[in-house]
T-cell receptor
Framework: EAQVTQNPRYLITVTGKKLTVTCSQN?????MSWYRQDPGLGLRQIYY???????DKGDVPEGYKVSRKEKRNFPLILESPSPNQTSLYFC??????????????FGPGTRLTVL | GQQVMQIPQYQHVQEGEDFTTYCNSS?????IQWYKQRPGGHPVFLIQ?????EVKKQKRLTFQFGEAKKNSSLHITATQTTDVGTYFC???????????FGAGTTVTVRA
């Protein structure tokens, strides 16, 4: 089954404790990205990757890191989480044509709470 | 930042009625994608519009791209309880790899 998986689905942590949210896709997609969803703000792109070892900042990259060492995986790293990073996070992937114009497949989401 | 503005933010609809949600931009859009997110779920791709004036239909849903490519609309006829959720529009610019989403229209249905 074609899918995007994220782990963990729920996480409660404390300020400053490094954490990683994993994302994996089995569709051989070149393009992967991370979004955060906050009430009234919709989905805001954090980082995206066009292929292995190629990443770039989205609209809200501060406080986040990513890596793309393998095509299928795109982990999101919070080196020192703060309460304003409490949010619902989605990973997504798609084939890459001339831009991310192909269908975006979203993971189930990770609800993060930073105390 | 967000390039597309969605209105209304909330839409309360009587079951069986029609409604329309809009996506507007001050600049010309490369394309428009529409997504639906059910409560507690993740966004699911509905459709993409690319051409000026393009109209596409999916059963009771009609999607339209404006002639000037600065706005788009989603019209739902005979609303059902299954239409509950948040509808997002997004632009994927051809000269960029970022994807910009609107804030969404959250739809509730009164039975």
């Amino acid at each position: 089954e074609a899918q995007v998986t994220q782990n963990p689905r729920y996480l409660i942590t404390v300020t400053g404790k490094k954490l990683t949210v994993t994302c994996s896709q089995n569709m051989n997609h070149e393009y992967m990205s991370w979004y955060r969803q906050d009430p009234g703000l919709g989905l805001r792109q954090i980082y995206y990757s066009m292929n292995v070892e190629v990443t770039d900042k989205g609209d809200v990259p501060e406080g986040y890191k990513v890596s793309r060492k393998e095509k299928r995986n795109f982990p999101l790293i919070l080196e020192s989480p703060s309460p304003n990073q409490t949010s619902l996070y989605f990973c997504a992937s798609s084939h890459l044509t001339s831009g991310p114009t192909d269908t975006q497949y979203f993971g189930p989401g990770t609800r993060l709470t930073v105390l | 930042g967000q390039q597309v503005m969605q209105i209304p933010q909330y839409q309360h609809v009587q079951e069986g009625e029609d409604f329309t949600t809009y996506c507007n931009s001050s600049t010309t859009l490369s394309n428009i994608q529409w997504y639906k997110q059910r409560p507690g779920g993740h966004p699911v791709f509905l459709i993409q519009l690319v051409k000026s004036g393009e109209v596409k239909k999916q059963k009771r849903l009609t999607f339209q791209f404006g002639e000037a490519k600065k706005n788009s609309s989603l019209h739902i006829t005979a609303t059902q309880t299954t239409d509950v959720g948040t509808y997002f529009c997004a632009e994927a610019p051809y000269n960029d790899y970022k994807l910009s989403f609107g804030a969404g229209t959250t739809v509730t249905v009164r039975a």
